[in-house]
């Protein structure tokens, strides 16, 4: 069974609406801090873990793993306490003003110092959402500017820190973190993989593929399939499905993130097989990730079907009188769950 390194599953009615569309397939899931107002100590994971567990579906066997979101005042000694009781796997480290609900990240990565200092003494991996938010750097540029400016100088300083740089997008990120310490590993999302920044504009704008690093040109989606096809220990699936209101992506000022959950192996088997390397599809869905985070693989497993026919997606599911929207790539997928 694959685990999702990196998913958003929101509180209340959203959360009620996405957990099973995660918990069907996957056996785990890192699970991000992003709520409003943020998930920032060992207590208040565990309320939310809490939530989580109730809604999923009895038939469904699925561990969420709970972070904190870091900011410059986490306490070090909460940190590591939620970290050595288990209630936490790991803190998220977002650059203020980055993305969704990250008005209370980082400004000054030296401030936090002190605190990856305890995380790698701890074995407390670090995930990072790997993009800086000046005004002044270009969108495309602000994964490979965060990378030169702050992940090098955090590695440098702490080697012995486990950091996945998250969502990557670029040939830069799949070439630093490839050539980087071994303690450095990245995750990749299904979208990234399916789509070049081409979609965010097919025939006018379509907030559907609009998302957080946001999507590259092509040249950057093959060196991600490149590495994600590869085997290479160094990559696995975080697929950071981020569920946002129809009304809400559909807006003057429509939210990043894309809701990938429903469709994701189905994707991923297709875009494996059309790139020769399906026998790799498990060690970047279910191998990888694990072992990096020194976890035993999971026991159960999934069926892929090759069917005659595409899949026709469902393209929505419902949430009150809302809906969210589900990701479809646009070319045809044969492969389904069963
Ligand atoms: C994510 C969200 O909506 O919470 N959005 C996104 O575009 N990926 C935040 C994030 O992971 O950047
Ligand atoms: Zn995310």
């Known amino acids: 069974k694959p685990d999702d390194w990196h998913v958003h599953f929101r509180d209340?009615?959203?959360?009620?609406?996405?957990?099973?569309?995660?918990?069907?397939?996957?056996?785990?899931?890192?699970?991000?801090?992003?709520?409003?107002?943020?998930?920032?100590?060992?207590?208040?994971?565990?309320?939310?873990?809490?939530?989580?567990?109730?809604?999923?579906?009895?038939?469904?066997?699925?561990?969420?793993?709970?972070?904190i979101y870091l900011t410059e005042k986490t306490n070090k000694k909460d940190l590591k306490e939620a970290y050595n009781s288990r209630d936490v796997f790991a803190a998220k480290l977002y650059?203020?003003?980055?993305?969704?609900?990250?008005?209370?990240?980082?400004?000054?990565?030296?401030k936090i110092m002190p605190v990856l200092e305890t995380m790698a003494k701890v074995g407390m991996p670090l995930?990072?959402?790997?993009?800086?938010?000046?005004?002044?750097?270009?969108?495309?540029?602000?994964?490979?500017?965060?990378?030169?400016?702050?992940?090098?100088?955090?590695c440098k300083e702490l080697p012995e820190l486990k950091i996945t740089l998250e969502h990557i997008t670029t040939e830069e990120a799949t070439m630093y973190v490839n050539q980087g310490n071994r303690n450095l590993v990245a995750t990749?999302?299904?979208?990234?993989?399916?789509?070049?920044?081409n979609a965010i504009f097919v025939g006018g704008i379509r907030p559907h593929n609009y998302c957080l690093p946001i999507l590259k040109r092509e040249k950057h989606r093959r060196a991600l399939i490149k590495v994600a096809t590869s085997g290479n220990k160094k990559f696995f699936l975080g697929t950071d499905t981020a569920p946002h209101f129809?009304?809400?992506k559909e807006n003057c000022c429509g939210c990043a993130g894309i809701f990938n959950a429903t469709y994701c192996m189905s994707i991923?088997?297709?875009?494996?097989?059309?790139?020769?390397?399906?026998?790799?599809?498990?060690k970047f869905t279910s191998l990888n990730g694990s072992n990096h985070y020194g976890l035993s693989k999971n026991k159960t497993k999934i069926k892929l079907l090759k069917r005659n026919n595409p899949i026709i997606f469902k393209k929505q599911i419902k949430v009150g009188n809302n809906s969210i929207s589900v990701f479809n790539p646009d070319f045809p997928v044969y492969w389904e769950v069963i």
């Open 246 to 248: 129809t009304s809400d």
């Open 95 to 110: 650059p203020a003003g980055a993305t969704t609900n990250s008005d209370s990240g980082v400004k000054d990565i030296k």
């Open 12 to 67: 209340r009615e959203i959360l009620k609406a996405v957990v099973p569309e995660t918990s069907r397939t996957f056996a785990r899931a890192i699970v991000m801090p992003n709520l409003k107002p943020p998930i920032l100590n060992g207590k208040q994971a565990i309320q939310y873990k809490e939530r989580i567990k109730k809604i999923i579906p009895k038939t469904d066997y699925f561990e969420p793993f709970m972070t």
């Open 188 to 197: 990749i999302t299904p979208h990234h993989l399916a789509l070049n920044r």
């Open 127 to 154: 995930l990072i959402h790997g993009e800086v938010t000046h005004k002044e750097v270009d969108i495309f540029d602000r994964e490979k500017v965060f990378i030169d400016q702050n992940l090098d100088f955090i």
């Open 268 to 282: 991923l088997a297709q875009i494996f097989e059309d790139n020769n390397s399906i026998k790799n599809l498990e």
